[in-house]
């Protein structure tokens, strides 16, 4: 649920079935219960007084794992604008010393960050307040990041040229050409790496090669289109750049554990919201 610009707030009083999704550059906090998160080959669990910091669009699987009725998962996320982080940056006179972590890393929040979430909170119940002070709330959360053992992430994602920042470029680029072919050389090129260097980065921060990132999010794009645009399996599997139907079917099974025709089944007797599709789902953690 979205409470003000860049926050979303999530209960939910059950554990749930995976969610297959691109995770965008976000803080995602546990106040109650356990979720876990699943990229390339790695498998993070956090819970409450952890958060989860990703810093690239990484296709990646949820899960929440220690929720009930009694007991709901709370949590709360806040999407990170790096034109707002940068001005945040250029203020700091101190700034962290670089380190290589992965796009998606779990840390423990300290007491001042902590504070500064609770301070965003509090402007639900004065509303007439939100506008003007929420703003300055998720400016000091992204300076309680930085400050914190997540700044070295940040503050590397940020930088013109650095390996992550270029690793973004090529992810961006990914996105927007999914359904045509690319060699990885040429990627490496384009944002200035050399190919060894580029694959090795590239795994590095989103947990998978590059041939990898583009083939889940082919299926994440077939999958809306087959579930909330109701096109047939052969359209979906060409319009997402494959070119063997057989092929399509196999390494769908294999990322969302159906045949794409069980999934639309299964889609259509549970009568879940297409919501649970879109982009912005990813966010709501």
């Given amino acids: 649920m979205s409470v003000m610009p860049g926050v979303h707030l999530m209960r939910f009083g059950w554990r749930s079935l995976p969610l297959v999704a691109i995770q965008f550059p976000c803080m995602a906090m546990v ?6 998160v699943e990229f390339g080959e790695a498998h993070l669990e956090y819970r409450a007084g952890q958060y989860l910091l990703t810093s690239i669009d990484v296709p990646a699987t949820s899960r929440i794992v220690n929720a009930s009725k009694t007991r709901p998962l709370l949590a709360v996320g806040v999407q990170i604008d790096f034109a707002e982080l940068n001005e945040v940056i250029q203020r700091c006179d101190a700034l962290p010393q670089l380190s290589p972590q992965p796009g998606i890393t779990i840390f423990d929040a300290d007491a001042k960050l902590l504070e500064a979430v609770v301070r965003l909170l509090r402007l639900l119940d004065t509303p007439e307040h939100a506008r003007p002070l929420a703003p300055l709330a998720r400016q000091e959360i992204l300076y309680r990041l930085l400050s914190g053992p997540s700044g070295s992430r940040l503050l590397e994602i940020c930088r013109n040229g650095s390996p992550s920042n270029r690793i973004a470029e090529a992810t961006d680029w990914i996105k927007k050409h999914f359904a045509e072919g690319f060699m990885v050389g040429e990627l490496a090129h384009h944002v200035g790496m050399s190919p060894t260097s580029f694959h090795q980065h590239f795994k590095a921060v989103t947990g998978m090669s590059p041939i990898q990132y583009q083939r889940r999010i082919r299926l994440q794009e077939a999958r809306k289109s087959l579930l909330i ?3 047939n399996i052969g359209e979906a599997s060409v319009r997402v750049g494959y070119e063997s139907h057989s092929q399509f079917s196999k390494d769908y099974r294999q990322y969302f554990g159906r ?8 889609h259509l007797h549970s009568g879940v919201s297409i919501d649970a599709y879109t982009p912005e789902a990813s966010i709501r953690l």
Avoid: H, R, Y
């Avoid at 106040?31 to 876990?36: D, E, R």
């Avoid at 045949?259 to 299964?266: Q, R, T, W």
């Fill in 259 to 266: 045949l794409p025709k069980d999934d639309v089944a299964a």
């Fill in 229 to 231: 645009e109701a096109i």
């Fill in 31 to 36: 106040i109650q219960g356990t979720k876990s």
